[in-house]
């Protein structure tokens, strides 16, 4: 299994470099990791090659995940076919961040070293990380 990873580094000088990695091993997580640290390093969309497709004619994925690092904490976003978009419950402290394909709320960061560890499992197992708890965007109203 593996995941594709696509994301851009915007510079100082307004120049842009789009990058683009394969992740196999979690090595190779550790190594993207530490590339998304770059503080001009936009969020990534990652892509599980494992999943299924939501269209096969156009190859486009059941899922849409998004990962960032910003001030020392990891974030991540997920939603598939069955689950609405959701983020980890993360360190209070985390101040959330906005990106144009994600806003990642406070309280949604995860220290980096925990970030790792949590696409590592998705790497594995293709699915939505169990070994954090997630909050939905639009949780369901009480009583409805």
């Given at each position: 299994?593996?995941?594709t990873?696509?994301?851009?580094?915007?510079?100082?000088?307004?120049s842009?470099?789009?990058?683009?990695?394969?992740?196999?091993?979690?090595?190779?997580?550790?190594?993207?990791?530490?590339?998304?640290?770059d503080?001009?390093?936009?969020?990534?969309?990652?892509?599980?090659?494992?999943?299924?497709?939501?269209?096969?004619e156009?190859?486009?994925?059941?899922?849409?995940?998004?990962?960032?690092?910003?001030?020392?904490?990891?974030?991540?976003?997920?939603?598939?076919?069955?689950?609405?978009?959701?983020?980890?419950?993360?360190?209070?402290?985390?101040?959330?961040c906005?990106?144009?394909?994600?806003?990642?709320?406070?309280g949604?960061?995860?220290?980096?070293?925990?970030?790792?560890?949590?696409?590592?499992?998705?790497?594995?197992?293709?699915?939505?990380?169990?070994?954090?708890?997630?909050?939905?965007?639009?949780?369901?109203?009480?009583?409805?």
């Amino acid at each position: 299994m593996s995941i594709t990873a696509g994301w851009a580094v915007i510079g100082l000088d307004g120049s842009y470099q789009g990058l683009n990695a394969t992740l196999n091993t979690p090595d190779e997580v550790a190594g993207f990791v530490k590339q998304l640290a770059d503080p001009q390093a936009d969020s990534a969309r990652l892509v599980h090659n494992g999943r299924p497709l939501w269209d096969a004619e156009t190859n486009f994925p059941d899922h849409d995940v998004f990962a960032a690092i910003v001030d020392g904490f990891g974030y991540l976003s997920y939603q598939d076919a069955t689950r609405g978009k959701a983020y980890p419950e993360g360190d209070p402290a985390s101040e959330g961040c906005e990106f144009d394909d994600d806003d990642f709320p406070p309280g949604s960061g995860l220290p980096v070293e925990r970030f790792a560890e949590v696409l590592v499992e998705f790497l594995r197992t293709a699915d939505r990380p169990a070994s954090v708890t997630w909050r939905d965007l639009y949780p369901e109203a009480t009583g409805e």
